[in-house]
């Protein structure tokens, strides 16, 4: 009996020691300012999963008109906000990208609100 309950122990210990070193590795961070906005892009260790983080730091009333676009050699990604946000403004978003390949260079950022438009660099950190 007591045998026996070292051997689960001892496969308990060996399982939650490889998902600790293989399950909870690899994010990929990119992050970058421009005059206005800080951006925030989070690759999970599935690389499927990605986060989005869209920060304003300027200093209008409103978000009006609201679009963004990343671009690299595998990441492809824009998105829309139609209706008027307040601000503070911050856009969070979690994505799941199927066949998303590992993103290994800087992503190339155009974000446009309220008329004007800011392009960037987001780089890996």
């Keep these: 009996m ?3 309950k070292k051997k689960i122990f ?3 210990f060996i399982f939650c020691t490889f998902l600790l070193l293989f399950g909870c590795s690899g994010n990929t961070k990119f992050m970058g ?25 300027g200093n209008e009333q409103s978000i009006t008109d609201f679009s963004y676009q990343f671009e690299s050699k595998t990441l492809h990604s824009s998105g829309t906000m139609g209706e008027p ?4 403004f911050k ?5 799941r990208v199927i066949g998303q390949r590992k993103i290994e260079e800087p992503i190339k950022l155009t974000i446009n609100w309220n008329g004007k ?6 780089k890996l950190y």
């Excluded at 946000?85 to 503070?88: C, G, L």
């Excluded at 856009?91 to 994505?95: D, G, H």
């Design 2 to 4: 007591i045998n026996m």
């Design 10 to 12: 001892t496969i308990l």
């Design 33 to 57: 300012k421009t005059e206005n906005w800080e951006v925030t892009i989070i690759q999970r260790g599935n690389l499927e999963q990605l986060q989005y983080e869209v920060k304003y730091l």
């Design 85 to 88: 946000a307040p601000t503070p």
């Design 91 to 95: 856009l969070i978003s979690n994505t």
């Design 117 to 122: 438009q800011e392009t960037g660099e987001l």
